[in-house]
């Protein structure tokens, strides 16, 4: 089993569905955070969850609402998306968020938006 | 503002050695990480530097100097596995990760 694992790998759907990504880490980690890449641009955080509390959330749009329910779980679930949320949907974990230990990612979710 | 900035793409020969750069201007400095990430893959953690200097892994090295924002990744005998992403970031004073958008290395034969 690999560290950080996401589902889907690939997701189309259309503006008016509602999906959720789901990821799994099997480290023992305590924080796990969402990011988004789009290309030819940095990395861009979403959220961050410490010991299953959410402790940032990066002026993210309400269409995308996330959900932690113990520490080894996140999901992200998305409704009324628009095309330009298109990107791959990254997810991370570490031993605790706000300290310098490296994150370990999952392959992200390929998500296009029709 | 914060700001990582790593140049877009780079081409390198199987064999050789390239260097790949790195500046930043961050609030506060807590440490950076190179990833390496491979098209369709997870990013994976190369290096992390805190002090300034050369840290040495096989064939990477990483080196930073803080008085100067500054970083290079180093590889070299470069194989053609290594064509891949390359991504900047640092740890800012709220230990926030800031990332550059990566520096794509591509490898010839």
């Known amino acids: 089993e690999t560290g950080v694992t996401q589902t889907p790998r690939h997701l189309v759907m259309g503006m008016t569905n509602k999906k959720s990504l789901k990821c799994e880490q099997h480290?023992?980690?305590?924080?796990m955070y969402w990011y988004k890449q789009s290309a030819k641009k940095p990395l861009e955080l979403m959220f961050v969850?410490?010991?299953?509390?959410?402790?940032e959330n990066n002026s993210v749009p309400s269409r995308f609402s996330p959900e932690c329910p113990n520490s080894s779980h996140l999901f992200l679930h998305l409704h009324t998306l628009q095309p330009e949320d298109s990107a791959l949907y990254l997810c991370?974990?570490?031993?605790?968020?706000?300290?310098?230990?490296?994150?370990?990612f999952g392959q992200g979710t390929r998500l296009t938006v029709v | 503002g914060q700001n990582i900035d790593q140049p877009t793409e780079m081409t390198a020969t199987e064999g050789a050695i390239v260097q790949i750069n790195c500046t930043y201007q961050t609030s506060g400095f807590n440490g950076l990480f190179w990833y390496q990430q491979h098209a369709g893959e997870a990013p994976t953690f190369l290096s992390y530097n805190v002090l300034d200097g050369l840290e040495e892994k096989g064939r990477f090295s990483s080196f930073l100097s803080r008085s100067k924002g500054y970083s290079y990744l180093l590889l070299k005998e470069l194989q053609m596995k290594d064509s891949a992403s390359y991504l900047c970031a640092v740890r800012d004073s709220n230990y926030q990760l800031i990332w550059g958008a990566g520096t794509k290395l591509i490898i010839k034969p």
């Open positions: 991370a974990s570490s031993q605790v968020a706000g300290e310098n230990t490296e994150a370990f």
């Open positions: 969850y410490n010991f299953k509390e959410q402790t």
């Open positions: 480290l023992g980690h305590n924080a």
